[in-house]
């Protein structure tokens, strides 16, 4: 039997996440004409009808009506400004390598903040040695990292390594080694839909296991709290970080890095999966990492009902041999 268990702010009962942010439904009576209005009236950069496979590091996934890609603050706030005038559901997503998205896609406008909506700046911290890193959301969090290695600035090492983009990160509260995003945030900008631009201290923010609390609202940028360091020894840290998830993740075949959240107070997700006896074990094209159980990867032909089932024989194995339901870390849409 499967046994009860508490479901957080975004999570069903049945384990699946919803989205952080986004979209309202699909308005009833919506203009069918939007995609029409949305190229007359919005400059920026679209694709039309395409597949989100293409931008998750699943790999799987079916077609984005549009997939909108604001290179600047402004651009984003008269899409999104747009979008709710013509009552169109959207969604906004880093680098997809947190997400699986249904066979289904999405019937509405994905809203991806990409490398033009990445610059970084320095300025003085308020202490002796401190420096405030501003970035905007768009910006790789690989590149955010090797950025402040090159300045000298440390503090991010623990990030070497983890896929996505800033704002994912923030939103996930990714970590790695025992350290959080939360922990070195200053501050972040948010975007609400009403157009309005909220800016919140780290003390202001609601930082969980593999997650921020937004309200809905969407990170534009963030600012790091860093301490000036020695160069070599961050990239040295760095470089060493990158060659231990080498050493123990997948490596050639297309995952979302930690499928599960670790349970509180047990063992982690990938030893309780490990020694539920389901290391290899496949479900169509989708298969429970040889090297890292809490990794489930694409042999080259799954399909998003292959990684949904194979999540659910998961959950239901460990469950019955250890009475916990594994909570899903990706975002499922
Ligand atoms: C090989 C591999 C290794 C990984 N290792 C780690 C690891 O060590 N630690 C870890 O924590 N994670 C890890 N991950 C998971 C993933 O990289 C992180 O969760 C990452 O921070 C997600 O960023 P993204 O830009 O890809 O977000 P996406 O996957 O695009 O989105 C994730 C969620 O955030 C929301 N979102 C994205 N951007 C914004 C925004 N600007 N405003 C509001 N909401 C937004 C999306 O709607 C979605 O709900 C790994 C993934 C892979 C593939």
Redesign the pocket.
Known sequence: MVPARACNLHGRPDGV?L????PRKMQKGMDKGWPEQLRTLWPGEIEWDSPMAR????QVGGPAKAIAMPASREELQSLIALLARLGVSW?????????LVSDAGYDGVIV??GRKFAAISQHPGEKAGERRVRVE??C??MKLVNWCARQGLQGLEF?A????????????????WGM??GETLFSVS?LRESGEIVDREKEALLFSY?HLE?EG????AAEFLLQAGDRQLIERKCAQLMRE?KEK??QGL?????FFKNPAGLPAAGKLIQDAGLKGVCLGGAQVSEVHAN?LVNTGTATPQDFLGLMRLVQEKVAERFGVWLEP???I?
């Open positions: 996440v989205p952080v942010t986004g931008w998750c590091t699943l969604r906004v997503i880093g680098r997809g390598s947190n997400l991806m903040l959301a768009g790789s969090l990030a390594g983890i896929p996505g983009s800033v704002g994912g990160a923030v939103v996930m509260n990714a970590g790695a959080e995003m948010f593999r937004t609202m969407i990170v534009v998830r993740q997948p297309a995952n979302a890095g930690s990794f870390e990706v975002h849409l």
